[in-house]
């Protein structure tokens, strides 16, 4: 008798074993564990994110198409996100078809390193994937409680490195307005570690170049006409309204 309940015992204890090390391996995961997964959840452009490539998906605006008011419109706010960041989207699935080998990649890797794009989808995987990127950004470093001073440590860098945050916003608006043609104005990092202003055309991203984005402001015609009509320089000086220095600190951290 006294054998049948040390048996039972035992059986229990291995049992309880057991099921504690599929839990602790996924094999078998809690119902709530699997909605955390799922494609509804909102994908945040934290520094240490990195795009997929394939299936690219369109994220979500953190906030509303109103929310930007200050600085931009809620039209132009819709068409940009819902129009233009999603034409990127597909399109880069679209090129990515045809490279099964390349679809496992972040969009990030694609583009520091086109050379290992196939040369037939190249142009189409720079100019869309660059897209995407640099849109995703730029809904993360924009938001309705933004504007103001820089806050944090990106505050004392700026001081640092252009001597103010006057003279600062001055050098990037004046880089965004002399960027000929379509393109974007850029606070990156560069290799030494030392802030930078830059400016890349078309849908370019500084990774490109080796360099890591901390911000950046978009100044294709199509994130401003509607509003500033052909005025860059006054969507660029209204554009500070909306900034969103904790997610700049963000990036500026883990650059
Ligand atoms: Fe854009």
């Given at each position: 008798m006294q054998k049948n309940v040390r048996r039972f015992i035992v059986f229990f204890l291995t049992g309880i074993a057991l099921i504690t090390l599929l839990f602790s391996s996924q094999l078998i995961q809690p119902a709530q564990s699997q909605s955390i997964t799922t494609p509804t959840a909102t994908p945040v452009a934290s520094?240490?994110?990195?795009?997929?490539?394939?299936?690219a998906e369109l994220p979500?605006?953190?906030?509303?198409?109103n929310a930007l008011e200050e600085a931009i419109d809620a039209q132009t706010m819709e068409l940009h996100h819902d129009r233009h960041h999603a034409s990127y989207v597909d399109a880069l699935n679209e090129a990515l078809e045809q490279a099964p080998d390349l679809q496992n990649q972040?969009?990030?890797?694609?583009?520091?390193?086109?050379d290992s794009?196939?040369?037939?989808?190249?142009?189409?995987?720079?100019?869309?994937?660059g897209g995407h990127l640099n849109h995703t950004i730029f809904w993360q470093i924009m938001s309705?409680?933004?504007?103001?001073?820089?806050?944090?440590?990106?505050a004392q860098e700026i001081n640092?490195?252009?001597?103010?945050?006057?003279?600062?916003?001055?050098?990037?608006?004046?880089?965004?307005?002399?960027?000929?043609?379509?393109?974007?104005?850029?606070?990156?990092?560069?290799?030494?570690?030392?802030?930078?202003?830059?400016?890349?055309?078309?849908?370019?991203?500084?990774?490109?170049?080796?360099l890591y984005p901390i911000m950046g402001n978009d100044v294709w015609e199509h994130a401003y006409y509607l509003r500033y009509q052909n005025s860059r320089t006054d969507y660029l000086s209204s554009w500070w309204d909306?900034?969103?220095?904790?997610?700049?600190?963000r990036r500026a951290q883990a650059s």
């Open positions: 520094p240490d994110y990195e795009l997929n490539a394939y299936p979500p605006l953190p906030y509303a198409y972040s969009v990030e890797a694609l583009l520091r390193d086109l794009v196939p040369e037939d989808i190249r142009t189409e995987v720079q100019n869309n994937g309705p409680n933004g504007g103001g001073e820089p806050t944090g440590e990106i640092e490195t252009f001597g103010g945050f006057s003279e600062f916003q001055e050098q990037f608006n004046e880089a965004g307005g002399d960027r000929f043609g379509s393109g974007w104005v850029w606070l990156v990092r560069n290799q030494q570690g030392q802030l930078q202003i830059t400016t890349t055309p078309n849908q370019d991203n500084p990774i490109m170049e080796g909306v900034v969103n220095w904790d997610e700049v600190n």
